[in-house]
């Protein structure tokens, strides 16, 4: 099977034209390193154009070329020379110790070296002058130096690079961060939005729903009066929201209620569901002073909208909202009576966002989170939520 060659990079290709050219120049100027060798004239043409054409794939092939160039050196030698050739050579072994293999980066400059050290010791034994002594510096000069500056070149831009990769993965990771950020943010506020406004909304289509159908003046004016109440109640928790949002952390108004509920404001959360028709009891066992802020809004945002749930799908009957805290937990527990006769239809539409954002709210502190049939028929919501915020992952308890 033909397996073509890999096509010379378009540098490869200029420095080996330049060096032909270079080397033919020379010739021709009669211009020659060597004198006396065996071969005189138009053969030191023959190791030009070979290391020429090594040029062209060192780049593709930089261990081939150094050993191929090499011996196309070695031959150079029975010729009168020609320094292109010399400077093409010195070029090979840059490139094998800058695109070869690691393995090769690091045997070049070792090889290199004691063929150095080998050429300097041989001169200076045969020789037995101290002008052998540039023999082996010149061996160094044109093998042990170019491959040495190769490796070092190597190392700048292996660096270089590694840095790179390491900027762009910081990069991705900040994005990453940054994405997650804004998602959590945003599901935050859908919770906070949701819960807010969820209760009064529900009770304005019920109590509208009521009036335009039940033609009696009295029934009319109280659910019109239910409406206004749960309109300015409704607006109070968009402008809480909105004070979220632009983060202003305290109101001018010290009349204005607190942007995050606690529970102590359970008391009031229940009696104005009350007026919505809802028939709410309200049981609390322990102190509900001194909560961690996340989990007494957790807690007051479970109640509210079950309470909001209750009013929309509970069938008649009382509804039931037991708080009990302890020294490592808050549990929560909503019972409502369960409507067999509507078929599921509630009596204002939904988003069915509810449930999800409760549990999201409990998963958030480490907690359980339950809904479901109960006996009675009833319909009930359970949280559990800790005290304590959960361990990170991988901390030693």
Do not use: C
């Amino acid at each position: 099977m033909h397996v073509p060659l890999p096509r010379p990079h378009r540098d490869d290709a200029r420095i080996a034209v330049g060096g032909l050219l270079g080397g033919l120049a020379l010739w021709g100027l009669g211009l020659a390193l060597n004198t006396g060798r065996p071969l005189g004239g138009a053969w030191v043409l023959l190791p030009l154009v070979a290391m020429s054409a090594l040029e062209l794939s060192r780049r593709t092939r930089p261990g081939f070329s150094a050993l191929a160039g090499t011996l196309v050196l070695a031959a150079d030698q029975f010729t009168q020379g020609s320094l292109a050739t010399l400077l093409m050579f010195t070029d090979l072994m840059y490139a094998g110790a800058l695109y070869g293999s690691r393995a090769l980066a690091r045997r070049l400059p070792l090889v290199t070296g004691l063929v150095t050290v080998g050429a300097t010791v041989g001169s200076l034994a045969w020789l037995r002058r101290p002008e052998a002594l540039l023999i082996g510096a010149a061996v160094g000069l044109v093998a042990f130096g170019p491959a040495v500056t190769g490796v070092l070149v190597r190392g700048h831009r292996d660096t270089a690079t590694a840095e790179r990769l390491r900027a762009e993965q910081t990069a991705l990771l900040a994005e990453v961060d940054r994405v997650q950020a804004v998602t959590a943010e945003r599901a935050r506020m859908a919770r906070e939005l949701h819960d807010m406004v969820a209760n009064h909304l529900s009770a304005i289509a019920i109590h509208s729903t009521a009036a335009l159908s039940i033609d009696d003046p009295a029934t009319t004016r109280g659910a019109l009066e239910t409406i206004r109440e749960n309109s300015v109640d409704g607006l109070a928790e968009m402008r809480r929201l909105i004070g979220i949002l632009r983060d202003a952390g305290s109101t001018s108004d010290p009349a204005e209620p607190a942007v995050v509920p606690t529970l102590d404001g359970l008391a009031a959360l229940v009696e104005k569901s009350r007026g919505t028709g809802l028939d709410v009891t309200l049981t609390v066992t322990g102190t509900l002073g001194g909560l961690p802020a996340p989990v007494g809004l957790a807690a007051y945002r479970i109640v509210q909208e079950s309470l909001t749930n209750a009013l929309k799908h509970a069938g008649p009957g009382r509804v039931a909202v037991v708080v009990v805290r302890s020294d490592e937990r808050v549990d929560v527990r909503v019972t409502s009576p369960y409507d067999d006769d509507r078929d599921g239809q509630p009596r204002a539409p939904g988003s069915g966002a509810g449930l999800v954002g409760m549990r999201e709210r409990t998963a958030l502190l480490g907690g359980t989170f339950e809904a479901g049939p109960a006996d009675g028929p009833a319909w009930q919501v359970r949280a559990t939520l800790p005290l304590e915020p959960p361990a990170p992952q991988g901390e030693a308890a």
